[in-house]
């Protein structure tokens, strides 16, 4: 059997509804917060992915210049870089490919690295 008591009363009748008009008024604030933090984790997969690209061209024109760069920011900024190990003695298209991949998996990579980002800075960023 449920017994509603006059404190009960006052929680149903004036609580809950101050509550939800609360958090209807807070819910436009948190959505103006979150795509703030869906532009920071969008900003990091885009760095992510040109980054693994800036590379390419960067170890390529040192190739090309018959220099021999250490392979240490590479493995430190583009991590995924390692799977061009398979992509080697392969043609063109198939190294573009290849990379597009690569980058793909980089852009994935940062933006993990860009959600803990935002998750941290939810609560601390105020609305517009």
Not at 18 to 25: A, D, G, N
Not at 69 to 80: D, G, H, K
Request: glycine share 6%.
């Amino acid at each position: 059997m449920y017994y509603v008591t006059h404190s009960m009363g006052f929680v149903v009748l004036v609580l809950i509804p101050t509550v939800l008009v609360l958090w209807r008024y807070s819910k436009k604030r948190r959505i103006q917060r979150l795509q703030k933090s869906i532009r920071v984790v969008f900003a990091f997969a885009v760095t992510g992915f040109a980054m693994a690209w800036f590379l390419l061209a960067v170890y390529a024109v040192a190739h090309y210049l018959k220099l021999n760069p250490s392979s240490m920011p590479l493995a430190y900024l583009c991590p995924a870089s390692i799977m061009a190990l398979g992509i080697d003695s392969a043609s063109l298209l198939i190294g573009l490919l290849g990379w597009l991949f690569i980058s793909i998996s980089n852009a994935v990579l940062y933006s993990v690295v860009g959600m803990l980002l935002g998750a941290v800075l939810f609560p601390l960023w105020k609305s517009d």
